[in-house]
């Protein structure tokens, strides 16, 4: 059975501006025709083009646009002249052929036109995915040397040496790396917003203590802007790195930022209202850290989120405080449920899993934070309100030390 009876094989056979005298014979060879105004690729079906052009004149008002054809082609026309070849080969053609020739080699060179767009489609696929995993193996090796502070060619070692130990090729390796980035900055950047959305009312609260100084004051202030602006540009990098996934938890993030930022933003700030926004901001970021975490399943990335979570704890136990002192009225429970929810988290995290270098000065640094927040937490009322502020901003700077400790540890980078 020869080729062109073979139909199944065959793909559609676009004609343009419509079909050639040879097209009651294609159709006895097995050809679907289709006529169009102009070459585009369908999308219900692999296709080749055939363009017929009865005399140059035609050719000429064929080949007036710029646009490639989306499709291999196959001319049939006059012999054309040098600039008409240029642009017909410009525009996507893979072949030329006289108008009257057979319509048995005709199908014959439609054939060849099929196999050969076949394999130039495979090369520049092949090209491609060798690209691909280049830029792949280039962005695990800047993420490899921001982390570790490494130069180029100790990064490409790890990349290597880590393939050959876990019998996976290079580009395999470095895709994990990159993805395991991503999926950590996104886990940090989501538990940032549960942060965020505690120390937000904190440092309102602060603002509205009558006992605090101007400059003070003024230093409260510019934290609940710098803290408002971080927020903002979490949501604007999640929603990069998320690519359009967990487009709806995101959503719901954004609606709570805004709630909260209205209440921060009002002439007569009411702290009960900005607390319940912050309690509404929180609770969805909670629920995309969710949504990452079970991304992360396992993986020593997991670990971020209950890291992240520490400093959530430590700036809502500090809110708690200062609205105690502050609000008139205010359920002061939550101060201490804080207390005993803060130790069990932290030593959670303590029993991790976790090792490098750079941890254990940083979880020294997070022990000694605490106590001093614990000390503000213990003082004199009129005292009370500058420690548990100075106490919570120092844990606070600790526990984003382990974060990125964390983060450039090979344990998590490698998973």
């Given at each position: 059975?020869s080729?062109?009876?073979?139909?199944?094989l065959?793909p559609?056979?676009?004609c343009?501006?419509?079909?050639?005298p040879?097209a009651?014979?294609?159709r006895?060879?097995?050809?679907?025709?289709?006529?169009?105004?102009e070459?585009?690729?369908?999308?219900?079906a692999?296709?080749?083009g055939?363009?017929?052009?009865?005399?140059?004149?035609a050719m000429?008002?064929?080949?007036?646009?710029?646009?490639?054809?989306?499709?291999?082609?196959?001319?049939?026309?006059?012999?054309p002249?040098?600039?008409?070849?240029?642009?017909?080969?410009?525009?996507g053609?893979?072949?030329?052929?006289?108008?009257?020739?057979?319509a048995g080699?005709?199908?014959?060179?439609l054939?060849?036109?099929r196999?050969?767009?076949?394999?130039?489609?495979?090369?520049?696929?092949?090209?491609?995915?060798?690209?691909?995993?280049?830029?792949?193996?280039?962005?695990?090796k800047?993420?490899?040397m921001?982390?570790?502070?490494?130069?180029e060619?100790?990064?490409?070692?790890?990349?290597?040496?880590?393939?050959?130990?876990t019998?996976?090729?290079?580009?395999?390796?470095?895709?994990?790396?990159?993805?395991?980035?991503?999926?950590?900055?996104?886990?940090?950047r989501a538990?940032a917003?549960?942060?965020?959305?505690q120390?937000?009312?904190?440092?309102?609260?602060?603002r509205?203590?009558?006992?605090?100084?101007?400059?003070e004051?003024?230093?409260a202030?510019?934290?609940?802007?710098?803290?408002a602006?971080?927020?903002?540009?979490?949501?604007?990098r999640?929603?990069?790195?998320?690519?359009?996934e967990?487009?709806?938890?995101?959503?719901?993030?954004?609606?709570?930022?805004?709630?909260?930022?209205a209440a921060?933003?009002?002439?007569?700030?009411?702290?009960?209202?900005s607390?319940?926004?912050?309690?509404?901001?929180?609770?969805?970021?909670?629920?995309?850290?969710?949504?990452?975490?079970?991304?992360?399943?396992?993986?020593?990335?997991?670990?971020?989120?209950?890291?992240?979570?520490?400093?959530?704890?430590?700036?809502?136990?500090?809110?708690?405080?200062?609205?105690?002192?502050?609000?008139?009225?205010?359920?002061?429970?939550?101060?201490v449920?804080?207390?005993?929810?803060?130790?069990?988290?932290?030593?959670?995290?303590?029993?991790?899993?976790?090792?490098?270098?750079a941890?254990?000065?940083?979880?020294?640094?997070?022990?000694?934070?605490?106590?001093?927040?614990?000390?503000?937490?213990?003082?004199?009322?009129?005292?009370a309100?500058?420690?548990?502020?100075?106490?919570?901003?120092r844990l606070?700077?600790?526990l984003?030390?382990?974060?990125?400790?964390l983060?450039?540890s090979?344990?998590?980078?490698?998973?």
């Open positions: 059975m080729d062109t009876a073979m139909a199944p065959l559609l056979l676009i343009c501006p419509e079909p050639p040879q009651a014979a294609l006895a060879l097995g050809w679907e025709l289709r006529t169009v105004s070459l585009t690729a369908p999308a219900d692999a296709a080749l055939l363009l017929w052009c009865q005399d140059c004149t000429a008002q064929l080949l007036h646009g710029e646009r490639a054809f989306g499709l291999p082609v196959v001319v049939l026309s006059p012999p002249r040098g600039p008409e070849r240029q642009a017909v080969l410009a525009r053609a893979v072949q030329w052929l006289p108008t009257d020739v057979d080699v005709l199908g014959e060179a054939l060849w036109a196999d050969l767009a076949a394999q130039q489609q495979s090369r520049e696929l092949a090209a491609q995915a060798r690209l691909d995993e280049r830029k792949w193996t280039e962005r695990a800047g993420l490899l921001q982390a570790r502070g490494i130069d060619a100790a990064a490409f070692a790890l990349l290597r040496n880590t393939a050959m130990q019998q996976s090729k290079l580009p395999e390796v470095a895709r994990g790396v990159v993805h395991t980035s991503e999926l950590a900055e996104a886990l940090e538990g917003q549960r942060m965020l959305s120390r937000l009312v904190k440092l309102q609260a602060l509205q203590w009558p006992r605090l100084a101007p400059p004051r003024r230093e202030q510019a934290l609940l802007d710098a803290s602006e971080r927020v903002a540009a979490n949501l604007a999640l929603g990069e790195l998320l690519r359009h967990l487009a709806e938890e995101l959503a719901a993030v954004s609606f709570a930022w805004a709630q909260l930022d921060l933003a009002s002439r007569q700030p009411d702290l009960a209202r607390d319940r926004a912050a309690q509404q901001l929180l609770e969805s970021s909670e629920v995309l850290v969710a949504r990452l975490s079970e991304r992360a399943g396992q993986r020593p990335v997991g670990l971020l989120a209950q890291v992240t979570r520490l400093r959530l704890l430590s700036q809502r136990l500090a809110k708690e405080g200062l609205l105690a002192q502050v609000l008139p009225g205010h359920d002061g429970s939550g101060l449920a804080g207390l005993d929810e803060f130790v069990r988290a932290y030593d959670e995290v303590r029993a991790a899993p976790l090792a490098g270098p941890l254990q000065p940083a979880f020294a640094a997070v022990d000694e934070a605490w106590l001093l927040l614990l000390r503000g937490l213990r003082v004199e009322q009129g005292d309100v500058q420690r548990m502020h100075q106490g919570s901003e606070l700077q600790a984003e030390a382990l974060i990125q400790a983060q450039g090979l344990q998590l980078i490698l998973g």
